[in-house]
């Protein structure tokens, strides 16, 4: 059974920092890529940021400059580290993992909340 467990969220102040992790196990093919993704309430999810197996990043417009992923791939976590946090970061981070043979899966979610 594949799990994706997350993190690392929390309450911090604007222009904080705060590491997000993501585990991944369970499955016995070998992973592509991950990424986060974050939903903020009445929006659409949306990328925040991947690496692939051959550790090339895509990262979101609006946290360019501000976040860092990074992978342990002996581990198969992924990191994001946050740094200059603004109000408009504040969302539930989803971690996805894909897997090659095209199989994707999610983790529950965690809470990060930038407010003063």
């Known amino acids: 059974q594949v799990q994706v467990v997350e993190s690392g969220g929390g309450l911090v102040q604007p222009g904080g920092s705060l590491r997000l992790s993501c585990a991944a196990s369970?499955?016995?093919?070998?992973?592509?890529?991950m990424g986060w993704y974050r939903q903020a309430p009445g929006k659409q999810r949306e990328l925040v940021a991947a690496?692939?197996?051959?550790?090339?990043?895509n990262y979101g417009d609006s946290v360019k400059g501000r976040f860092t992923i990074s992978r342990d791939s002996a581990k198969n976590t992924v990191y994001l580290q946050m740094s200059s946090l603004k109000p408009t970061d504040t969302a539930v981070y989803y971690c996805?993992?894909?897997?090659?043979?095209?199989?994707?899966?999610w983790g529950q979610g965690t809470q990060v909340t930038v407010s003063s």
């Open positions: 996805h993992v894909n897997y090659e043979k095209g199989l994707g899966y």
């Open positions: 369970g499955s016995i093919f070998s992973i592509n890529a």
């Open positions: 690496i692939i197996s051959g550790g090339s990043t």
